[in-house]
């Protein structure tokens, strides 16, 4: 009998340091062409390692289940307890009772260095790759691998999983911008380039601004700024990142949440020398204790600077967003000047998205180069939704555009699975 073949589900897996996030995706090549995918669910497990974890998953439009305390031991747990709440009975997944109704696994994962440049679907090749890249990923891609492996074992081996790379879309940027002035010995010997990372993001929002002006992707030249708890800057030129402004490591470019960005690093080397500190010392300084936080002394959070700043006016609050807009507007301006011109900038991120106040600052200086922001439409613009946000007339425009790393590993696993076919 004939049937119509449903769509595919699929589960989208984000492993950081200390959590898991996840949502399931329902999609197939005919949703991505109509652009009519749906999320089915979301949830993230927390603090995994620590005692007690703390889980949140929900179907979409239902109650769920919010900050549940669970032993989360490792990410495996984690995922464990996933599957276990889909299993439950109790989820109310539109079209997802069990593991059997989901049809793929998507992976993000942040350091493919130069062994992966595209998305590609996992085996035991991929796998070895993927743990060949574990030095310059330390924190990240051993937990993506744990649920890589967790997922294999759960759902067996003949459902596809794919895995996304953060670097990928980077992958294009010529060697005068991704080498350091180090003796080339290093690149060689140790792989010491500049990588970039938000790849995901900046490749759905480069294929984002691609359809809402109609335009092939190939003709997309902007600046891609997504600003979040991390923070990065993309120059997408001819639909190609041509640079970016994290580096080796995610610390390198903006001012982020809590890593410093930017710094001569022979001010670190000053640092351990005076105070003692070990290489380990330092990486958690400049990774957890620096950025907003570390220059506001009072928290990593925008939100929280914002009303410090504004409301209090806390100057130390105020330093911090100054010189985090400084660090925006000199990457913009920079960008603009290799690309030899761009089309448009296009915030993103938590930030980018919702903060009206840090876009005006960081467009503050920007007329002369043909960007001009209007005010009304930057203070207007609904939180979450996609808009354009300069003046009538501005040579190079502004676009608010929500990023959606989740949808993208969601389309880049059903590309994977048909290529496969
Ligand atoms: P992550 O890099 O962890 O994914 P997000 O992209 O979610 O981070 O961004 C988190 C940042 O966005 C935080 O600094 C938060 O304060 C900021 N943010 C979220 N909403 C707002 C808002 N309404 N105004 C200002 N900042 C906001």
């Known amino acids: 009998m004939w049937q119509e073949r449903r769509a595919m589900n699929i589960l989208v897996l984000n492993c950081g340091s200390s959590s898991a996030k996840f949502q399931i995706i329902q999609t197939d090549l005919n949703m991505i062409k109509e652009g009519t995918e749906r999320c089915l669910a979301s949830g993230n497990c927390e603090r995994i390692g620590l005692e007690e974890g703390l889980v949140s998953m929900k179907a979409t439009g239902k109650t769920g289940i919010k900050d549940l305390v669970k032993p989360l031991p490792d990410h495996r747990a984690a995922i464990n307890a996933i599957f276990e709440w889909i299993e439950s009975g109790k989820a109310e997944i539109e079209g997802v009772n069990s593991l059997k109704d989901i049809d793929a696994v998507g992976h993000r994962i942040l350091h493919g260095a130069e062994r992966f440049v595209k998305s590609t679907l996992i085996n035991d ?148 020398e005076t105070d003692g500190l070990s290489a ?22 925008m939100r929280d600077l914002e009303d410090a700043a504004l409301k209090d006016k806390n100057p130390r609050a105020q330093l911090a967003l100054d010189m985090f807009a400084h660090r925006v507007i000199k990457y913009i301006g920079a960008y603009i000047a290799e690309m030899g011109g761009a089309d448009a900038i296009v915030f993103t991120g938590g930030i980018g998205q919702n903060s009206p106040v840090m876009r005006a600052m960081t467009c503050e200086t920007l007329p002369c180069l043909g960007i001009e922001l209007d005010k009304q439409k930057n203070e207007e613009l609904k939180r979450g939704s996609a808009g354009e946000i300069s003046k009538d007339g501005s040579k190079v425009k502004i676009y608010v555009i929500p990023t959606n790393e989740e949808l993208m590993i969601a389309r880049d696993v059903v590309n994977c699975v048909e290529k496969s076919k």
């Open 125 to 272: 090749e991929v796998i070895e790759g993927i743990t060949e890249c574990i030095p310059f990923g330390p924190l990240h891609n051993p937990a993506q691998l744990k649920g890589i492996v967790a997922c294999r074992e759960i759902l067996g081996e003949s459902i596809p999983q794919v895995a996304v790379f953060d670097t990928d879309f980077h992958s294009t940027m010529a060697p005068k911008a991704f080498m350091y002035g180090l003796p080339y010995e290093y690149y060689e010997r140790l792989h010491i380039r500049r990588y970039g990372f938000h790849g995901t993001s900046h490749r759905y929002i480069t294929n984002k601004y691609a359809e809402i002006n109609n335009i092939p992707v190939e003709k997309v030249n902007i600046v891609s700024v997504h600003l979040g708890n991390g923070s990065s800057i993309c120059a997408v030129k001819d639909g190609k990142c041509v640079d970016t402004s994290m580096g080796h490591t995610p610390l390198e470019g903006l001012l982020m949440g809590t890593r410093c960005g930017d710094i001569d690093p022979a001010a670190l080397l000053y640092i351990m």
């Open 280 to 301: 380990k010392e330092i990486d958690t300084l400049i990774n957890k204790k620096s950025g907003l936080l570390g220059v506001s002394g009072l928290s990593s959070d």
